[in-house]
């Protein structure tokens, strides 16, 4: 594979682009229950090629059918109690996705047992409702679904998105209306940063989705690379797959990550998540081993906001020039 990866002209005539893709936890949703409901009549491999291609395009939809501890969550996850790990990341994933959101006639069950109030009885439910009677108008037909009373509904409504989600009236209002937020947080009981940020929600546009200020594009490079096509002083760039307290790894596209140590971080703060530029002092092939020097950070995960990118539009690409390498 290796000496077909070096091959620069393999697609030529056509120029062809490739972007990385973490592949951690695809395999063991290409084995789940939800992916053989999903294309009963794929092959394993298939889907998790699917999967991994869905990750680019909507990553937040596509991560939460794996289980958060499968993705790959630092080196020490094993040191902590199975059920303590597993409640924090479950607790971490309804966080992420009650606060961008979903809309609640395309979400799928993983994505609807996520959102606060949901569980994956109530998630089920709603499909049901939603393949039987159509989709939904307004979110008030939630309490139409079976096990969805008053209460479910309070906790669950405003992370949901339908065609009722406000009206410009109102948004304008919001928008030109000098609100006292001192005498709005003694009379509601909250903080006065807690109603700046409702009354800048409620100022957003209909069904805005806070995913859409990142711009952020997936990283695509157009020459195939391995490690045998790197040398000392070769200038690479990727994201940060992981940090310890030695260094942080590295994704850099050539199947092996690389090791930033400590000493050769020349005062980057290089956090997971984090796109970063760096130089290659130091190869082993035989062992697999790539030495890197630190020379920017790209950009940082905080700039990110922490957010999943917004699903990427590919427009009228053709999948058939577009290659995912893990």
Known sequence: MADTFNTKQIFSPRDVAYTIVNEDGASIY???????????????????AVSLARRIQDPLAELVKVEPQHIGVGMYQHDIKKKQLEDALSEVVSECVSFVGV???????CLLRRIAGLSEKRAAQIIRHREANGPF???KQLT????????????????LRSEDIGEPNFID????????IP????????????????????????????RTEISQIPLFKKGLVSIHDINVGTIVNGR?????????????????DGLIHTSKLNGCRLQLGDRAEAKVINIEISKKRIGLEALKNIVSFAEQKQFSPAPFNYGCLDPSIIMVET
Do not use: M, W
């Open 30 to 48: 290409s084995c789940s229950p939800e992916a053989k409901k999903e294309f009963p009549d794929l092959d394993t491999n298939i889907i998790s």
């Open 240 to 256: 940060i797959k992981n940090v310890t307290h030695f260094g942080c790894f590295i994704d850099i596209g050539v199947g092996t």
């Open 144 to 159: 139409d679904v079976s096990g969805i009373g008053a209460r479910i509904f309070e906790q669950c409504a405003g992370f």
């Open 103 to 109: 809309d609640l006639n395309t979400a799928s069950q």
């Open 183 to 210: 005498d709005l947080s003694e009379e509601l009981g909250s903080s006065e940063e807690t109603i700046k940020l409702v009354l800048d929600t409620l100022g957003k546009p209909l069904n805005y989705d806070l």
């Open 137 to 139: 108008l307004y979110r």
């Open 173 to 180: 209002t919001i928008k030109s209306k000098k609100f006292n």
